[in-house]
């Protein structure tokens, strides 16, 4: 079956980096665009990147762009995200997501991985 | 960009009762919107796509409609395990979630 496995999440401090990872199974990977989608303590969803089947193409939410990379490694089904000069606000449930090509939603979703920041 | 809205905040329901949710758009969105069902602790869940398909394996129970602006999800008979919170996504231009409707046990 399919399963989405986020890890890499913890407490770090503010202007630091942290690279996420999320590892696939169950599915053709390498056909599939990913996304990350985050969740701030007892808020809302809020997209924030996407990475197209090859690596080709990413997209980014202004709330990160320039701060946050996503990749992927098709080798491995496996897709990342790197997240610099962090701060409090980026504090959430980080989530990675597949979609199967017709449209930006979610068909499959990990369990999450949170993310603090805090000194 | 565009802003999502969803009413009512919380919508309290009987088991077995009717629940009627609604999703706003401030500008058009075709057909590209989603609706997810998410429980306390856990991911997200896919029940609608394309404004009114339902996603493999859910419950007939669940339906969506609408186009353009205004979206509505319906929950026919609402079980116990129904309760949770539920978000509208629109895909239209990038992707954009509603802030929510949770339904809780009146």
């Known amino acids: 079956q399919v399963q989405l496995v986020e890890s890499g999440g913890g407490v770090v401090q503010p202007g630091r980096s942290l690279r996420l990872s999320c590892a696939a199974s169950?599915?053709?990977?390498?056909?599939?665009?990913m996304h990350w989608v985050r969740q701030a303590p007892g808020k809302g969803l809020a997209w924030v990147a996407v990475?197209?089947?090859?690596?080709?193409?990413?997209n980014y939410a202004d709330s990160v762009r320039g701060r946050f990379t996503i990749s992927r490694d098709n080798s491995k089904n496996t897709v990342y995200l790197q997240m610099n000069s962090l701060t409090g606000e980026d504090t959430a449930v980080y989530y990675c997501a597949r979609d199967e090509g017709s449209g930006w939603y979610g068909v499959s979703w990990g369990q999450g991985t949170l993310v603090t920041v805090s000194s | 960009e565009i802003v999502m809205t969803q009413s009512p905040a919380t919508l309290s329901v009987s088991p077995g009762e009717r629940a009627t949710l609604s999703c706003r758009a401030s500008q058009s969105v075709s057909s590209n919107l989603a609706w997810y069902q998410q429980k306390p602790g856990q991911a997200p869940r896919l029940l609608i796509y394309?404004?009114?398909t339902r996603a493999t394996g859910i419950p007939a129970r669940f339906s969506g409609s609408g186009s353009g602006t205004e979206f509505t999800l319906t929950i026919s008979s609402l079980q116990s395990e129904d309760f949770a919170v539920y978000y509208c996504q629109q895909y239209n231009n990038w992707s954009i979630f509603g802030p929510g409707t949770k339904v809780d046990i009146k």
């Open positions: 394309a404004a009114s």
């Open positions: 169950g599915f053709i990977f390498s056909g599939c665009e």
């Open positions: 990475i197209s089947f090859d690596g080709s193409v990413k």
